[in-house]
């Protein structure tokens, strides 16, 4: 393999031979061996202070005309909780390594304005802080990361956040907090001590940075019933060094190091490429790119299994997705960029990938939540849309908390194209909560759909149903004039001789529950 850089579709196939393949790529699923849990985490949100992520796009404030509860949209806030988020991060981030916690608690009135000098110099008014993203959360039904400030913060600053979220005692800060109206305390499920210490939070080494961490983590003591799991800032792209140096020397200090890989078609951070537009080329680029989170977590999970071959350390993906040159005319410090289909691949095949390394990997955050990066919703004042990639989240909701099942794919082509190819079929399975089998599949070839033969050996398979979301064009996307230009559709097969063929549209995800 050679990794180089509107309407509905309602589909109900009938096994067939197809013109484009001499025979099936077959998807042989094994139930005897199931494998780890697929950690609901694994499926985690992002939402820094960057750009309109959540000025605008998620808070709009109790007083505003747009429906709101305590601030937040109701529109978007009804769009995630069906997409059944598991988990957000805040307040970064880069911006993390900048932000303090006592700016964003009290009177919103009161609370002073800083500059967000990561994400275009604006102002930051501190009207979302640490009560109103618990709002958030709670609304959503998610669990709460939180991301610490060691770039410009101190210990103290830290044990102080984490006792006036925790704390159930009458100190000071807890009784603080009570004040500020909340009695009980927050369940903070994860904690991370700074963010890209090797970048944006602090430009260090890894074993600078495990002492520092040592140190700060000392101090962060919080009750047993709400105490958050220590999160190590890693490493990133091809560099891990962070994963081996804090594995070996955080072990008992830590729950998990986290680990960022963004995917740009053209491999180059100056020109990145464009979100729409984009020739078969920048297709392809892309999809490798992405595919190389692969090697990512093989090289990562390595380095860390030296140190913990019991894998009690998790490793967290708190940042991954798609990153293309901004939209023009939008402030280049606010990261937008339009979301097609192309995205949704990206995030199926990421997906596929951290179920296959389920084992180590047990949280992850797609970057963004709303209208930044590879947003799953984007908003323009009162309207609101959902992405492409929003529909590849929902659609693999099943999945989550589900119990990974190997399977073998034989047959499989590569799709190629000036040099560059990968694998056609991506796929994978597990025993979801509600004791169904479920099988993903991504169809990687822009032009040509592929015939799947789909087996469990030892078993009847009787037929599938799910859904499938696919359109006509690469950069096919949703807009405020046609919202619904691509969504899942119905799709389903049955048996035929106790054989079961599927035909998997060109370009496409699909999720079925195997029956």
């Avoid at 963010?195 to 939070?201: F, I, L």
């Avoid at 990133?236 to 962070?242: I, L, Q, R, T």
């Amino acid at each position: 393999m050679n990794y180089l850089k509107p309407g509905v579709w309602a589909l109900s196939l009938l096994a067939a031979a197809s013109v484009f393949a001499a025979e099936p790529v077959s998807v042989s699923i094994d139930t005897s061996k199931p494998g780890p849990v697929i950690n609901k985490d694994i499926y985690g949100q992002f939402a820094e202070h960057l750009g309109s992520g959540i000025y605008g796009g998620l808070w709009v404030g109790p007083n505003s005309k747009i429906p709101n509860t305590k601030g937040w949209r109701n529109d978007v806030v009804g769009a995630l909780k069906a997409m059944h988020v598991p988990l957000v991060r805040w307040p970064g981030g880069c911006f993390a390594d900048e932000y303090h916690w006592k700016d964003g608690i009290g009177a919103r009135d009161k609370r002073p304005v800083k500059v967000n000098t990561n994400w275009g110099g604006v102002e930051e008014s501190n009207a979302v802080g640490t009560h109103e993203f618990f709002d958030l959360v709670e609304m959503l039904g998610a669990d709460a990361y939180v991301n610490g400030n060691l770039g410009t913060g101190s210990a103290q600053e830290m044990s102080e956040w984490i006792e006036y979220m925790t704390s159930d005692s009458k100190s000071t800060l807890a009784n603080l907090r009570r004040k500020n109206g909340r009695d009980k305390p927050f369940k903070v499920a994860y904690f991370a001590i700074g963010n890209e210490a090797w970048g944006c939070g602090g430009n260090m080494t890894p074993e600078h940075y495990a002492d520092l961490y040592r140190n700060v983590e000392t101090f962060l003591r919080a009750p047993a019933p709400y105490r958050p799991k220590m999160i190590a800032s890693g490493g990133n792209d091809n560099d891990v060094s962070w994963s081996d140096v804090l594995s070996k020397q955080l072990k008992r200090q830590t729950d998990g190091i986290s680990f960022h890989y963004y995917t740009i078609p053209t491999g180059k951070w100056e020109v990145k490429g464009a979100a729409t537009g984009f020739a078969e080329q920048e297709w392809i680029s892309t999809l490798a790119n992405t595919l190389r989170m692969e090697q990512h977590m093989q090289r990562n999970s390595a380095a860390m299994d030296k140190h913990d071959p019991e894998k009690k350390l998790g490793l967290f993906v708190d940042e991954w997705g798609t990153w293309y040159d901004v939209e023009k005319g939008t402030n280049a410090g606010f990261l937008f960029q339009q979301n097609t289909l192309r995205d949704a691949l990206v995030a199926a095949l990421n997906f596929n990938i951290f179920h296959a390394h389920a084992d180590r990997v047990r949280m992850t955050n797609i970057a963004q939540m709303v209208n930044v990066l590879q947003a799953m919703i984007i908003t323009d004042k009162d309207k609101m849309l959902l992405t492409p990639t929003y529909h590849a989240f929902e659609m693999y909701v099943p999945f989550q908390n589900a119990t990974f099942l190997p399977l073998t794919l034989s047959n499989n082509r590569e799709y190629a194209l000036d040099g560059a190819s990968i694998p056609e079929i991506s796929a994978t399975a597990a025993r979801a909560t509600d004791g169904k089998v479920y099988l993903a599949l991504v169809n990687t070839n822009p032009r040509q759909p592929a015939d799947v033969a789909i087996s469990l050996p030892g078993q009847q398979v009787q037929a599938v149903r799910g859904r499938v979301l696919t359109a006509a064009a690469m950069d096919a996307h949703n807009t405020f004039a046609a919202p619904q230009a691509v969504k899942p559709a119905p799709f389903s097969a049955k048996a035929v001789d106790g054989k079961l063929s599927v035909q998997i549209p060109a370009k496409s995800v699909v999720v079925v529950a195997v029956e």
